[in-house]
């Protein structure tokens, strides 16, 4: 028997999981993740290492290993080795046998680059010419969900609040240029409504574009000459509110001189507050700001970049891919429901086949819970908490940091509870319909 067959005698699987350290990582003990990992018996945490994300899946970038007594495996290579009976029928035939999505916890610390992700066609069309780049041929739509105050720039702000900073900031118009702006100004004004919806995304183009174009000389010196004017303002006891002026030199002071700096006059500010979310669909422009989110996205890392970071910029790929639609904050935001079979379940189910996520909060005091099947292979994070996990081959323990791969439609139970912990579980899932 091989040693796959041997481990798929069990329907659930702990996992251990890839952690990935960046310099825009959390430091010790302050980073989620490292938080997370602190009951794993091999990790030593080094207090001084930035620990900045834990991959749960079978990416191959930082693929989980599954581990028992029997045996250890890639993740991928279990799920191959009988995809039917870990991802179910329906999962296996829509995504080629593969585990769909990619689950994560980041913490954060500095900004990530300002970015978007390509649609499916896209994709595949730049894994095809530039694999070196795009090492994959998928789409990344993504979703996070804070899980303590979290900041992040999402979507293009309303014309409005975007000609207004061109009133306040006046080191804004001479890099993008008056006619750009007039242009944006005259779409904003159209009277027809379907007009107007292509006219104002043409016309942000244009500005986005005369910003990405622009002199790197003229932005150094418009952006030092910002900054210079914001910080004597905080000297003088000025308020710099109208010019975004903290969001501003805190961004400026993590890229000193680049262009994504100046972004935040044209992307929503978001806030978050614990468990709330948002979902991003292809060519969206996002960067996370600070704070600790559980993150769920299609199993891909392509990544188009176009500010804040060191690394490659493909503006000419963006500025062609980017979707220029405004977006209201609030309507960033991802609401979820409450599930009907269970008051201590919270969806959330974004537009897309590849994942969805649930939240599970138990009472304290709750001695036994129930997971509820899944018709699809998922991945159960524990957040807090403690006890034991049942299901029809054995049992195991768990505890804060304790990831378990779920087969389809098996059944977990918790039971033995620490009744003096909240229990807060993320179930990332995929959860497919029958084929027709």
Not at 253 to 266: S, T
Not at 269 to 297: R, S
Not at 375 to 387: E, H, N
Request: hydrophobic share 40%; net charge negative; with cysteine.
């Amino acid at each position: 028997m091989t040693e796959s067959n041997q481990i798929l005698n069990d329907g659930v699987f702990i996992l251990q999981c890839g952690v990935q350290c960046s310099s825009w990582g959390k430091k010790g003990e302050d980073s989620m993740v490292a938080l997370l990992l602190k009951n794993n018996p091999s990790f030593v945490l080094d207090k001084d290492q930035n620990y900045a994300e834990l991959w749960m899946g079978s990416h191959p970038s930082f693929p989980s290993v599954v581990r028992n007594e029997k045996g250890s495996i890639p993740l991928a290579d279990l799920i191959k080795s009988d995809s039917s009976k870990t991802l179910g029928v329906n999962v296996a035939a829509k995504f080629n046998g593969e585990l769909p999505y990619l689950f994560k916890v980041l913490s954060i610390d500095k900004a990530l680059s300002i970015q978007a992700h390509p649609c499916k066609q896209l994709a595949e069309k730049l894994f095809r010419e530039q694999p070196h780049i795009y090492k994959d041929p998928n789409h990344k739509p993504e979703m996070a969900i804070a899980i303590t105050k979290f900041e992040a720039l999402c979507g293009f702000r309303p014309v409005e609040e975007i000609l207004s900073f061109f009133k306040e900031v006046k080191e804004l118009l001479p890099i993008v240029g008056q006619s750009a702006v007039d242009n944006l100004i005259s779409a904003e004004m159209a009277s027809d409504k379907r007009v107007k919806q292509s006219a104002v995304q043409h016309a942000l183009k244009e500005v986005i574009t005369c910003l990405m174009k622009c002199d790197e000389k003229v932005i150094e010196h418009q952006l030092s000459s910002l900054v210079a004017r914001l910080e004597d303002c905080h000297k003088n006891g000025e308020s710099t509110a109208p010019y975004l002026g903290h969001l501003l030199l805190r961004t400026h002071k993590q890229f000193p001189g680049d262009i994504g700096c100046f972004f935040v006059y044209f992307l929503n500010h978001l806030v978050l507050e614990p468990y709330e979310a948002i979902f991003f669909q292809p060519n969206v422009p996002h960067a996370y700001l600070v704070g600790d989110i559980v993150e769920c996205m299609a199993s891909s890392d392509n990544v188009v970049r176009l500010g804040l970071t060191p690394k490659f910029k493909d503006v000419d790929l963006l500025l062609q891919m980017l979707d220029c639609m405004p977006q209201t904050l609030e309507s960033t935001k991802f609401t979820p429901y409450v599930s009907a079979e269970d008051p201590s379940v919270c969806v959330y189910n974004p537009p897309v086949d590849d994942f969805s996520v649930k939240k599970i909060q138990i009472d304290r005091g709750t001695l036994f819970y129930k997971l509820m099947p899944i018709d699809g292979p998922s991945i159960l994070l524990v957040l807090s908490g403690s006890g034991e996990f049942t299901y029809n081959t054995g049992c195991t323990n768990f505890s804060r940091g304790t990831v378990i791969f779920i087969s389809c439609n098996e059944n977990v139970q918790l039971v033995n509870i620490s009744p003096n912990e909240d229990v807060l579980l993320f179930q990332a899932y995929c959860d497919m319909q029958p084929l027709e």
